[in-house]
C-alpha cells in the first residue's frame, strides 16, 4: 500500500493489473513484516516492513494515517527512524509457521512462508501532539517470505481496448483542491434512476516532515444524500455525514473562477480538524466517476 505523489482517491479505487508481459518474476524474494500494537483512544496501529520500505499506519473507523520511511528490512529484523517521530530498532524471533504454500501452476520455485513470532528491542512513535503513541521492547507479529518465482503468464489476446465513460446526468464528481498545500476533498456519486443511489466523501493531506512522507485519509459513504448536484446547470451541494462536519455549495461560473464556499471540515488523524472550503480552495465538477486505466 503505497500513496506517494499520486492523487490519494485513485489509489483508493485501484483495481487488480493485469501481468504487463507474457513472461515474469512473479515472487522477487520479499521480506514483509506485520507488527500490531495496542494504542488508547479508539486507534489500532500496525508497522509494516516491505524490504527497504516501512510504514507506521494508524486507523479509526472513517480516518487514516500513514507514516512511510525508508529502513532496513530482513529475516532477521527491521531497522527504521521516523525522525524525531521514534524509531523501530527490533530482532525477529520466529516461534511457529503459520502458513505455507505456493508457487501456483504458472510459476518454479520455492513456497512462500509466513511464521509468527516475537519482535525484541527499541519500538518507539509518538504522533502529533501525542494523539497516538507506541512505546515496547517486545510485540508480537508476522513474517512473510516470498522466494523469488519464475513465472509464465503467457495468453492469447493480452490486451484490450480501454472503454471510456460517456458522461452522464446522473453521474458526477466534484474535486476541491487547496492552492499552494496538498490537501483534497473528493466526492463523487451515481443517482441513476433504476439503482440504488450512493456517494463516496474523501479528504486527504500529505507532507513530508524530516524524510517521513506523510498521508491522511478521512473518508465515509451514504447511500442516499449527502451530495446533490446538476450536471447541466453546474450546481452542487454537498452535505456529507460523520466524521464530516458542515455543508458546502459549488457554482461553475464561465467567467470567473468556480465558487466553492461553506462550513465543510474533517478530521484529519494527527491534523485536528481542517476546514475544506473557502478562497485558497479551487473546485471542479464534471458529469462522469473516477475511472482508472
Known sequence: MRWGPRTLLLFLLATTLQPATALAVDGDGEVTFEIPFKSDHGLSVKLEADDDEIEL???????????FTSGEAS?????????????FDVDYEPVRTLESHGPNRHCEGEPKTTTEGFFHGTMRFRGEGGYVRVEAARAKGTLVLVPKWDCDYRRAGASQAARRRAADDDEATLVATARHEKLQFVVFGSHEEDERPYNYFFAASQEVKERVSIARLTFSGSRSAGFEFDNRRGTAVVDPP????GS????RRPHAPDRWRGSLSAPLLGLGRVRLTGPRFVAHLVPELPELE
Request: charged content about 15%.
Open 248 to 251: 458546502a455549495h459549488y457554482l
Open 75 to 87: 529475516r532477521e529484523g527491521i531497522t527504521a527512524k521516523f525522525g524525531s517521530f521514534g524509531e
Open 57 to 67: 499506519v494508524v486507523q479509526k473507523p472513517g480516518q487514516q494515517a500513514a507514516y
Open 242 to 245: 460523520a466524521p464530516f462536519s
